[in-house]
């Protein structure tokens, strides 16, 4: 039997929920990084310390997608596996 561990893992990295949250890291993650850093974007201002901040900026909205969806699909296969 798979572990609680593996079962969210395998969850995880499923094409498609890795698809639907690259889909939104990219959409939110992009607009997240305008509003934060598009000045020093416009203005050419970019430091290695913003760089590594706008790259958390695309990882916060795909690990929230990533969990979300996780958690709707072992709740669905709770309740499949209760009927």
Known sequence: MMTEKASWIRLATSPKVVRRA???????????AL??????????TVSVDRISKIVLTYCVP?????????????????????T
Not at 22 to 32: C, E, P, R
Not at 35 to 44: D, P, Q, R, S, V
Not at 62 to 82: A, G, K, W
């Open 22 to 32: 690259l889909k939104m890291a990219i959409v939110v993650g992009t607009i997240l």
């Open 35 to 44: 509003i934060n850093h598009g000045e020093a974007l416009y203005h050419g």
């Open 62 to 82: 795909y690990l929230v997608s990533t969990f979300s969806s996780v958690s709707v699909l072992r709740d669905l296969n709770r309740e499949q596996s209760q």
